[in-house]
Structures are given as structure tokens and as C-alpha cells.
């Protein structure tokens, strides 16, 4: 891989041994993938967050680093809220380890925002033909697919590396060749709301890690594409979707395998895994994180009742902040609207034993990650579940 004078001397150990390592982690995968140079990144997206996740190991590795960021970099969701962790269950052994590793992001210059929806709370990440370093899985999606920006699907350690260098490997997604659709889906319903979360939990089983381009009878709001990037990346490893006159165009075509789902192959998901949800002990909401639009959807359906069983919304800190007057209404319900980490990033979930949700891509993962069961409704009948009482089986 060709470096450039400044890069070389980087990767000799001249600007220290915190950036010769980062800029080795660069190198090294770029010469994996035969990247044939470093490109400049717009932002950074850095997952390996949630304690529970890098354990003391990792959170040593990120202390000893010393630099700082060049370009503008955020967290991916932590293992608790910060500041309501007590209210989670969380330990305080857990909580000053979560902390700690906050903290030591913060020392690298790195915005401590704990979200998988950075492009809702920060305009000046990405555009349309940025190349970009992201970790999160459905931010890498909706990066790629919706906004139209160029990122692979960067481990903790190589984005962090971007972060503090600047730079990524063209290799991936940053190339036009890899951006082209490989399967054409016509889907024969109309969709509406998780409807997108079990058609990309579809999908994803179906193309596992090549791009879909889909032909919509309906068209997606901004939400509907976040959730079906997400469920795909999930199920599958999908890390660029298309959507007929909503997203932005292919490069170019080639040919494609074609498939078409009808309303009975979307219903199969509800079917499958929502019969059971009565013993759910917790509703979760919020994968990824709620929008501002999606708080104002939720407070509406509580409005003027109280939920009987756990219901937790999760957001991004900054989302909440912008609106807490939803914030409030939601939680006059008893539910509890929590920033900063997910159902499936929080060991909290490990102390449940059931969980409802409306993602398809918490659907996916809850059950591995968190050892319990998972089950999935419809965002009305996640909240009418979390309305009614849990049945005891
Ligand atoms: Fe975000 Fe957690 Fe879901 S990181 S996409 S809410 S699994």
C-alpha cells in the first residue's frame, strides 16, 4: 500500500507509539483488503463502548493511548445510562468501570454522545460522497444507503485508529465497484412502521452480505429506513441497501438476482416471533435509538395511562434534550426513557427474562447477546403489552 511521506513517518514511530499503533492497525487492513492508499474521513462512529462488551482488557488498551482526534468523533452506545444507571440495576462496580472507559474516550478528544443514530443529532457528520470511519452496525447502514456516504463496517480499534489519524484504507464500500446492487426486491405490500423491521430481518437471512435494492410499493420515512437497515445488518451483515426513488442511486447496475416478498412473507416474522409476548417481563423500544418524531408517536399511545410492565425507550441524550416535554409525558406513564445505551448493548437486559420489542434487528440479537428470550410487535403492540399485565407461565 502506497503512505505518503507524512503517513510513513507516522507509521516509523515518529509521532509516538500511541499513533505508530494506529496507524499499523490502518496499514495492516488496508493490506488485507489490497487497499491501494489511506483516504481522509469526514467523522468517526466508535463502537466498543459498553463495558460489558470490552471487559478490562479493552479499557486498558483505549487508557494507554495518548492523541487526540482530528476530525469530528462519536461514541456508540455505552452499557448504561450515565447518569440514571442506579435505576437500571446497574452495579456500581459495572457503572465506575462504564465511566472510566467514558471517560477515557473523552480524554482522546472524542464527543462522549453514546448513540447508534449519530446523522439525528449532529448534522456535520456526514453527506452525500463522504467517506466516513463508522462502526455501528444499522449507522453504517443508513450512513451508506440513506445518506449516501461511503463507510465500512470499522471495528472498534480500526476507528478509533481513523479517529486519531484521520485517515482510513480505500478499500469496501469506499470503492464504487462494491457499491452496486447484487439482489432486486419487489415487495407486493404495503408497509408501514416495523413492518420495515421484519422486511429486513427477511432480507438479511436472505442476501447475508451483498446489497439489496428495493422496489417499494410504499415509500419509507427517514425512521422506516433506519429500521430496515438495521434489521438487515442484523440477520444478514447488510451494510448498504437501495430503495427505488427514495435513497440515493447506484453507481451503475449489474445483473441481479431477483426475489419478490408479498404480505403473507412480512406477516410470517409477526407470526413467528410474536405469538407468546404475554410473559414478557420488559417492552423495549428504541433499536436503534428513537427520533424525535418516533418519542412524540410513543407519547401519544401512553397518553393518560399507566404501564403495568417494564417499558423502556431508548435515545440518544441529545434527542431526549431537544424534546422533554416528550420525555416527560412518556415517563408519566412509568415508562422510562433511556439515553446513552440499548436493550442490547446494557448487561441490565441480562436480568430480565423475556423481552418484546419492536426492532427487528433487537430481535436478532437480543437472544445471543443478552441470553433471554426475545419476542416482536408492532410499536402499538409493544406499547399495549407494556398497558396490559405480564402473564405468569
Ligand atoms: Fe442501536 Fe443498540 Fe440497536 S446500538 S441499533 S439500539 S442494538
Redesign the pocket.
Known amino acids: 500500500m502506497h503512505l505518503t511521506r507524512v503517513e510513513e513517518r507516522i507509521y516509523q514511530g515518529e509521532q509516538g507509539e500511541s499513533l505508530r499503533k494506529m496507524m499499523e492497525i490502518l496499514v495492516a487492513l488496508g493490506e488485507i483488503y489490497g487497499a491501494e492508499k489511506l483516504i481522509p474521513v469526514k467523522s468517526v462512529q466508535i463502537a466498543g463502548v459498553s463495558f460489558k462488551n470490552i471487559g478490562d482488557a479493552g479499557l486498558e488498551w483505549i487508557m494507554d493511548l495518548k492523541g487526540r482526534a482530528v476530525v469530528p468523533s462519536i461514541l456508540?452506545?455505552a452499557g448504561m445510562d450515565l447518569c440514571r444507571w442506579k435505576e437500571m440495576g446497574i452495579s456500581q462496580e459495572f457503572a465506575d468501570k462504564q465511566l472510566e472507559t467514558v471517560e477515557a474516550y473523552r480524554k482522546l478528544g472524542i464527543s462522549i454522545e453514546c448513540s447508534?443514530t449519530p446523522y439525528l443529532i449532529r448534522s456535520d457528520l456526514a453527506s452525500q460522497g463522504d467517506h466516513l470511519a463508522w462502526s455501528?452496525s444499522?449507522a453504517v447502514a443508513f450512513a451508506n444507503s440513506v445518506i449516501g456516504a461511503r463507510t465500512n463496517r470499522e471495528g472498534g480499534p480500526s476507528a478509533l485508529a481513523a479517529a486519531l489519524i484521520g485517515k482510513t484504507a480505500l478499500y469496501g464500500y469506499h470503492l464504487d465497484e462494491n457499491r452496486v446492487p447484487t439482489h432486486h426486491i419487489r415487495v407486493e405490500a404495503d408497509l408501514k412502521g416495523s413492518d420495515y423491521g421484519a422486511l429486513g430481518f427477511k432480507v438479511g437471512k436472505i442476501v447475508g452480505d451483498e446489497v439489496p435494492r428495493f422496489s417499494l410499493r410504499s415509500r419509507p420515512s427517514r425512521d422506516e429506513l433506519k429500521s430496515l437497515g438495521?434489521a438487515m445488518a442484523a440477520s444478514g451483515s447488510v451494510a448498504l441497501f437501495y430503495v427505488d426513488g427514495v435513497t440515493p442511486d447506484p453507481p451503475y447496475a449489474q445483473k441481479e438476482e431477483d426475489l419478490s416478498l408479498d404480505r403473507d412473507e412480512i406477516d410470517e416474522v409477526y407470526d413467528t416471533y410474536g405469538q407468546n409476548c404475554e410473559d414478557a417481563d420488559t417492552v423495549a423500544i428504541?433499536?436503534?435509538?428513537c427520533s424525535i418524531e418516533e418519542l412524540e408517536g410513543i407519547a401519544g399511545l401512553l397518553e393518560g395511562q399507566h404501564v403495568k410492565r417494564e417499558l423502556w425507550v431508548?435515545t440518544a441524550r441529545a434527542t431526549a434534550a431537544r424534546c422533554p416535554d416528550l420525555v416527560e409525558r412518556i415517563e408519566r406513564s412509568g415508562a422510562k426513557v433511556i439515553c446513552d445505551t440499548?436493550?442490547?448493548?446494557s448487561p441490565a437486559s441480562e436480568k430480565r427474562r423475556k423481552m418484546m420489542v419492536n426492532?427487528g434487528?433487537?430481535l436478532a440479537?437480543i437472544p445471543g447477546l443478552c441470553g433471554i428470550e426475545a419476542c416482536f410487535g408492532t410499536t402499538e403492540g409493544c406499547i399495549k403489552a407494556a398497558l396490559e399485565p405480564m402473564v405468569r407461565r
Open positions: 456508540n452506545p447508534c455501528e444499522s438495521a428504541g433499536c436503534p435509538h431508548c440499548c436493550m442490547v448493548v426492532s434487528k433487537a440479537y
